[in-house]
């Protein structure tokens, strides 16, 4: 009787304890419904909803891996000091100019590395679609560095690598209203000069730089017919080109596009060398594999140096070129150029589609150099490279 008073005991503790235990616990609430990422395809293929909201975001970019040798506007790097000779003629006493002297001198590659990231954001309000876009460079080069003597006067050039980044793109629109930092619109409203590689060897904006980037506001109408027309004021790039006063540099352009190909033109007006610059291009789809296309300029000061706009050397230059889709894998690109100052570049390549989202891209180039007043030729000879590039 005892061990089975003691047993029922026990058992009406334990469920004294457990009933206890229950009121007590803590009751986990339902979870939320999962809400998965959807598709947005109304700006294209790329897009999806930010989730809880109506934007549309894109990530995009790509991994660039570029190899250059050669002569000419573009190759590698050329005359880069020996620095075992360099060396040793600074172990054996000499100084910084005479061992520099002293040294071989040989060309070798020009190398570099590319990461690029491109953000995307749109939406749709009662003004328009509102978008904000984003693209990050971040690079690893191979490049010179000044050899200096005692004096700070250059004797030389040696081979180094360096770490840089920049802002391509970082504009808001809405409508056709936009605001940031891109690329000039007196290079884009008529289009970069071919699918070549090198396509500016002669300059069609940028000054003597070459130097599209700038600060912008800017306006572009698009017709539901063909018509489109821009306007905009810019800032201007590096040392030469940005403003220094309150007056900004004003660029206007027009374009009439329909399937056989389009029109355009473009002028621009540099307020810090108070000059004028002008282009017209036409493109031609011949079919759907050759596509052509030739574009002049004009501006009213000869010197490169004296317009944010005028890239070329002398008033005028032509560039002319096309495309021919070979296959759905493989493109053959070409462009030749010509300015008034006797400056000719040719550049060839074929893009090469490997598997999607992955292009080699062998290219050569020939172009002649020369100065602006006498014409007197500087350099020339053949450059080449292969481009390597993953996009996403």
């Known amino acids: 009787m005892n061990i089975k008073s003691l047993l029922l005991g026990s058992a009406a503790a334990l469920a004294a304890v457990s009933g206890a235990r229950a009121a007590d616990a803590v009751v986990v609430a339902e979870p939320e419904p999962v809400e998965y990422v959807r598709v947005c395809d109304v700006y294209g293929a790329g897009f999806y909803y930010i989730p809880g909201t109506e934007t549309c975001l894109r990530v995009g970019g790509y ?13 590698g790097l050329n005359d880069v000091i020996d620095k075992k000779d360099f060396a040793q003629g600074i172990a054996d006493g000499l100084s910084v100019t005479d061992a520099a002297a002293a040294a071989r001198r040989h060309d070798t590659y ?19 679609t509102l978008r904000g876009y984003m693209h990050v460079d971040f690079n690893f080069a191979t490049g010179t560095v000044d050899v200096v003597d005692a004096n700070k006067d250059v004797v030389g050039a ?3 690598t360096s770490d840089t980044y920049g802002i391509e793109h970082a504009f808001i629109e809405l409508g056709g209203f936009r605001v940031g930092k891109t690329d000039s619109l007196f290079a884009t409203f008529t289009g970069y ?9 002669i300059s069609y904006a940028g000054g003597a730089d ?20 821009a306007v905009a004021v810019e800032d201007g790039a590096g040392k030469l080109y940005t403003i220094d006063s309150y007056a900004p540099h004003v660029v206007a352009g027009a374009a009439f596009t329909q399937g056989w190909g389009g029109v355009s033109g473009v002028v621009g007006y540099d307020s810090v060398w108070e000059e004028w610059a002008g282009k017209a291009r036409l493109d031609v789809n011949v079919n759907d594999q050759l596509a052509l296309f030739v574009m002049a300029g004009y501006g009213t000061e000869k010197n490169i140096t004296r317009s944010f706009y005028k890239g070329w050397g002398g008033h005028w230059a032509v560039w ?5 889709k070979v296959n759905e894998k493989a493109a053959l690109n070409v ?21 999607p989202g992955f292009t080699i ?16 030729k500087i350099r020339d000879g053949f450059g080449g490279m292969v481009r390597f590039q993953r996009s996403f």
């Open 110 to 128: 020009y190398q570099r590395a590319r990461a690029a990231v491109q953000l995307d954001a749109r939406s749709e309000t009662e003004l328009g």
């Open 335 to 355: 462009q030749a150029s010509w300015s008034q100052n006797k400056d000719v570049a040719v550049v060839a390549n074929v893009a090469y589609t490997l598997v």
């Open 210 to 229: 070459a130097d599209y980037g700038t600060h912008q506001i800017a306006y572009t109408f698009t017709g539901g017919n063909g018509f489109s027309a």
């Open 361 to 376: 891209t062998p290219e050569v180039a020939w172009n002649s150099v020369h100065t602006d007043v006498t014409k007197e």
């Open 63 to 75: 991994l660039r891996y570029d190899v250059r040798g050669g002569k000419g506007g573009y190759g």
């Open 158 to 160: 040696a081979t180094s």
């Open 320 to 324: 002319g070129g096309g495309t021919f």
């Open 193 to 201: 000069a071919g699918n070549v590689i090198e396509d500016d060897l």
